[in-house]
């Protein structure tokens, strides 16, 4: 979740790629700068050279020490990915450049794979006193991947090159611009319960209502009505109507909204809309099991692939793993458990949070008797006909390798657990799990890590004692252990800059952690001792993997029974609030989003937040009956499938325009036609303000907070895929599931 780098639905392609097409040329063009930090006043970021030439910044310059003994002048190279360009249209590099001595260097605009067509390939003369140059050439297609690269291999002897002040303008299109976000009626793009909510979201002026018609498949007009003038939605700068047909109750497909001569994308009402959603989001989390072979019976011929990670060439494997010089002197076989995200990671605080959601589902299942929840044989993974619920088989796979994770007995920190385990470097994109030759880490053992093994193993023990009194066990003695270890080492953090080849995940407050831990233990051992350490409470801020505390409260409301009475009582409390805050932010807003920042800023994984506020919301439902939760918990799944201010479902396979460019390197269609997308039911992580990688900050500039998104491969800020976040809409959805019986 850091830089890691039912088909029958179309998914169209990117409106960016479609809005750098060619246009006509001008005579005098403006000057849009398409480089990313030309001046180097402070960071490289997001520049890069050659492995056999280190670069680093020096007085506002960037400066390469370049070898000798290379051959090819691209063998020793500075660049930077990501250039927009638009076709027919030219561009200016300027750049002022010095050497240790007199030198030729080229710089050069291009693609950077097949076909590789250049727009500018020029050599430069550089001397030991810096000079300034400036080339034009004119692009022959349009791409939002272009490079632009000085190389200067070859060289017979070591020199150090310097660049600064790197500009390149050109386009027509200036950055953050060229976007169509469709039409202005924005629906739920994939089905509607009939027995629920139906609204759309209408982008308009008018501050008076205004009419609207649901059309069935053939065009006839079904129901007519008139909008409710939301007004300005401030995260996207929409002037907003809502429309209401929710008196409509006839199953069907092919059904449009239509405003004016504006229609949206078509959905379905249908009994349960939900069903498929609630298999998929759960089966996503078999396609990116680590340490087994996908099998093309249960995942399909387009995601089956090799074992990941069990030491077969080129792979150093998962099954005896050392730590870094320092941190260890033994190794573990850590095989199994879930890929974290856009890389091949595997982190325990993300995964415990995971392997959670989807325990609870199964909690909730029992609890509030959805036999769906319960079935062995709902998914499509090779344990779905052993006498035990899927989705506790699926969970279980998570957990082994959190226990796995462990600090063995008679070692320094023994009972703690490591925080990750990830790949020394950052791997290509794509690659595949069983081609990935990177050598692999145990990270140190932290403190936030042990707690959520000594959460998601209380757990474990409690869902599995009536269908695997062994593996039960396991779990409680692994729980203890870690609970024990935590007490004896309080304060152990994972370090923030640990973010080379995996991510930090790094949280320096472990207070909620110790709640959460404890209220697990205590309801699966109702020992005592655990009772005073919880004391955490639900707020508005939700949960999410680094802040944990609100758990405690869902799982008190969840197991009433296995609480005092008082304690349940204030809990229930604190849900049924939060959870009403959460419906008031879903109602106050033109899209019907349950996240509201207070600051107006999206966050990294933001869609994981509505997920998971939903989660609360659904929550409350439950403890109450109250159709207003149930409501507010299916409309913010509309929000997911499409209606928001982008007109885009964020999940794959589900609508008309759907993400399916998702930051991945096993699913990575964008990049090799060869590859799939990723599989449906991959939840996008949505709309993120701080335009965290490269291409957000090419093409997002100047978005409103809940348009900072792009459907593309590297925009990892806005468009990875997490277990987490997929957790959290597989939970979502399979409550969405039940309550539409």
Not at 32 to 53: A, C, I, M, Q, Y
Not at 64 to 74: I, R
Not at 666 to 671: S, V
Request: proline share 6%; aromatic share 8%.
């Amino acid at each position: 979740m850091f830089h890691k780098t039912r088909w029958g639905a179309v998914f169209l392609a990117p409106v960016l790629t479609v809005a750098l097409a060619a246009t006509p040329a001008h005579a005098a063009e403006a000057a849009h700068e398409r480089v990313l930090n030309g001046t180097f006043d402070s960071v490289k970021t997001p520049w890069w050279s050659s492995g056999n030439t280190p670069s680093a910044i020096d007085l506002g310059r960037l400066c390469a020490k370049v070898p000798s003994g290379t051959v090819n002048v691209w063998d020793s190279m500075i660049g930077q990915n990501d250039i927009p360009l638009e076709a027919g249209r030219p561009y200016t590099l300027r750049f002022t450049a010095s050497a240790t001595r007199d030198v030729s260097v080229r710089a050069v605009l291009q693609l950077p794979a097949a076909p590789h067509t250049t727009t500018l390939n020029k050599a430069a003369a550089v001397t030991t006193t810096p000079k300034s140059f400036e080339f034009t050439g004119t692009s022959a297609t349009a791409s939002l991947h272009a490079q632009l690269s000085f190389q200067q291999g070859g060289a017979t002897e070591p020199f150090t090159l310097c660049l600064d002040d790197v500009s390149l303008t050109g386009g027509a299109i200036p950055p953050g611009g060229g976007r169509d976000f469709g039409s202005p009626v924005r629906a739920n793009q994939y089905g509607y319960a009939v027995h629920g909510p139906k609204k759309a979201s209408i982008v308009n002026s008018s501050a008076e209502p205004v009419e609207w018609r649901l059309l069935d498949d053939s065009g006839a007009v079904v129901r007519t009505g008139r909008t409710r003038v939301q007004g300005t939605d401030a995260a996207s700068g929409d002037h907003v109507h809502i429309a209401d047909f929710s008196s409509v109750r006839k199953a069907g497909t092919g059904y449009t909204l239509a405003v004016g001569t504006a229609a949206s994308h078509p959905f379905a009402i249908a009994d349960n809309p939900y069903r498929a959603l609630r298999k998929d989001a759960l089966d996503y989390f078999y396609a990116v099991r680590s340490g087994t072979p996908i099998e093309a019976r249960y995942a399909g011929d387009a995601y089956a692939r090799p074992a990941g990670h069990l030491g077969v060439a080129p792979n150093k494997g998962d099954t005896d793993v050392p730590c870094p010089p320092g941190v260890c002197d033994y190794s573990l076989d850590v095989r199994g458990g879930w890929y974290d995200a856009g890389d091949q990671g595997k982190y325990v605080v993300n995964g415990a949070l995971a392997a959670w959601q989807l325990m609870d589902s199964y909690e909730r299942s029992r609890a509030q008797g959805d036999t769906a929840g319960l079935r062995d044989g709902l998914l499509s993974i090779p344990e779905n006909d052993n006498g035990v619920p899927d989705v506790l088989d699926e969970s279980r796979w998570e957990t082994e390798f959190l226990l796995s994770m462990q600090v063995p007995v008679g070692e320094p920190l023994a009972g703690m657990a490591h925080h990750k385990i990830h790949d020394l470097a950052w791997s290509a994109l794509p690659t595949q799990p069983d081609q990935d030759s990177q050598p692999r880490y145990l990270h140190a053992p932290s403190t936030a890590a042990t707690l959520n093994l000594a959460a998601a193993g209380a757990q474990c023990a409690r869902v599995w004692a009536r269908y695997d009194a062994a593996f039960a066990h396991k779990c409680l003695t692994a729980a203890r252990t870690a609970w024990k270890a935590a007490l004896a080492h309080p304060d152990v953090y994972a370090p923030s800059s640990d973010s080379v080849g995996g991510g930090a995940y790094a949280d320096t407050d472990v207070s909620d952690e110790y709640s959460w831990a404890a209220t697990e233990l205590y309801a699966t051992t109702h020992d005592r001792a655990y009772l005073s350490r919880i004391d955490t409470e639900m707020t508005s801020a939700g949960f999410s993997w680094r802040d944990t505390g609100a758990l405690a409260d869902l799982t008190v409301v969840r197991l009433p029974g296995r609480f005092p009475a008082r304690m349940v009582a204030a809990a229930r409390q604190r849900v049924l609030a939060v959870a009403d805050g959460f419906v008031r932010d879903e109602r106050s807003q033109g899209y019907p989003n349950p996240n509201l920042p207070a600051d107006g800023a999206y966050v990294w994984g933001s869609n994981s937040v509505t997920a998971n506020n939903a989660l609360v919301i659904a929550t409350a439902y439950d403890i109450t009956h109250r159709s207003v939760y149930r409501s507010a918990a299916l409309e913010s799944l509309d929000y997911l499938l499409g209606r928001n201010a982008l007109n885009q479902s964020f999940i794959t396979g589900y609508g008309t325009q759907f993400s399916h460019n998702q930051h991945n390197r096993i699913w990575a269609h964008q990049i090799d036609p060869k590859l799939p997308s990723p599989p449906p039911g991959s939840l996008a992580g949505g709309p993120d303000s701080a335009l965290q990688d490269p291409v957000a900050q090419q093409n997002l500039v100047g978005c409103a907070p809940a348009t900072c998104y792009i459907d593309d491969i590297f925009s990892y800020s806005t468009n990875e895929i997490a277990i987490n976040w997929n957790s959290a809409l597989a939970w979502v959805s399979a409550f969405a599931a039940d309550s539409a019986r």
